[in-house]
């Protein structure tokens, strides 16, 4: 790029020229601006000087603006958008040295969210963050109490109003303990499962509810004697023999014999789902928080290309 040429005249005068060829007069012009009328003159002088150009032609007992007198307005007026929209950004930057990020995530996504936070947190040491990790229905508590700005969850609310952004796929997949023999079969019809015990999550789970209305949808009517507050649990109880679980593929280990489990073939599986990173149509976002969108928005695709391995899972 060639080098630019810094302007002839400066910003005071700019800003008299606006007045002035707005307003259509000298004596205008120095009223608005608090000038005396001859320091107002010798400004346009120097930058007729400067521009080489006749800015002010007489009109009758008056003056007028001359073409290329309108041109500079114009140019002027660019110059003072800019400007202003760079007090905007200097100001936006101002606000991101502090401030708060409140998110709240479902209880399968504290397998991953501290990777697509902390990208951020390092580049914003100065915003505080927040993050609660509590099941669907306490989620959605929170994003209509307003005590968080974020929500990450398989299944927003219809109220209050939201902004959603898929951020990630969410394969729910039947699991067993390792060494299960289904495990070797081909896929098994969905009726294989009657009889079987089923370890559920608690209620409020959105996963439960899935699983459920999917189980239900399909002519099954399970039994739901067996809760577990977290998928931990669930997973040390699928392990220990204690019964089938159906869980997000992303709260197991990309090797689930690691951690005594298998996945189990079945026709119906995996539940494809995905997660949604959503926010209220009805607030202001806090600066903070839609800083962090525009960053997942720009790192998450690289993120997972680059071996987080998160989408590259086997489903089943
Ligand atoms: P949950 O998660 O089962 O922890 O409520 C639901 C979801 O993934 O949206």
Same mark, same amino acid.
């Given at each position: ?129 927040? *993050? !609660? @990790?509590?099941? #669907?229905? +306490? ?6 109490? /307003?005590?968080?700005? %974020?929500?990450? =969850? ?89 019964? *089938? !679980? @159906?869980?997000? #593929?992303? +709260? ?6 690691? /951690?005594?489990?298998? %996945?189990?073939? =079945? ?50």
């Amino acid at each position: 790029m060639n080098k630019l040429r810094p302007p002839r005249v400066s910003f005071a005068q700019m800003r008299t020229w606006e007045a002035v060829a707005r307003l259509g007069s000298i004596t205008a012009a120095a009223r608005e601006l608090h000038l005396a009328q001859p320091t107002v003159s010798s400004q346009v002088h120097e930058m007729q000087a400067a521009l080489g150009q006749a800015l002010l032609a007489p009109a009758g007992r008056g003056i007028c603006i001359t073409e290329s007198g309108a041109l500079l307005r114009e140019a002027v007026l660019d110059v003072f958008k800019r400007w202003q929209a760079l007090e905007e950004e200097l100001l936006a930057l101002q606000g991101l040295k502090r401030g708060t990020l409140r998110i709240a995530g479902v209880t399968t996504t504290e397998y991953f969210i501290a990777q697509w936070i902390s990208a951020f947190a390092r580049a914003h040491p100065g915003i505080d963050i927040e *993050l !609660a @990790v509590h099941n #669907r229905d +306490a989620v959605v508590e929170l994003l209509r109490s /307003e005590r968080v700005d %974020l929500a990450l =969850m398989m299944r927003p609310p219809s109220f209050p109003p939201l902004h959603t952004l898929p951020v990630l796929d969410n394969p729910l997949v039947l699991i067993g303990p390792a060494g299960h023999p289904w495990a070797q079969r081909r896929r098994l019809p969905l009726s294989a499962l009657k009889g079987q015990t089923l370890l559920w999550r608690e209620s409020g789970s959105g996963t439960r509810q899935v699983v459920l209305e999917h189980l239900r949808a399909n002519g099954l009517e399970p039994d739901e004697r067996l809760t577990l507050g977290s998928n931990e649990a669930i997973k040390h109880a699928v392990a220990a023999g204690l019964g *089938l !679980a @159906v869980l997000s #593929r992303h +709260a197991l280990d990309p090797d689930p014999a690691q /951690e005594g489990l298998a %996945l189990l073939p =079945m026709s119906g599986f995996p539940i494809c789902r995905a997660w949604q990173l959503v926010w209220r149509r009805d607030r202001r976002l806090p600066l903070a928080a839609s800083a962090w969108i525009e960053h997942l928005r720009a790192s998450l695709p690289t993120a997972f290309q680059a071996g987080s391995g998160l989408t590259a899972m086997p489903h089943n």
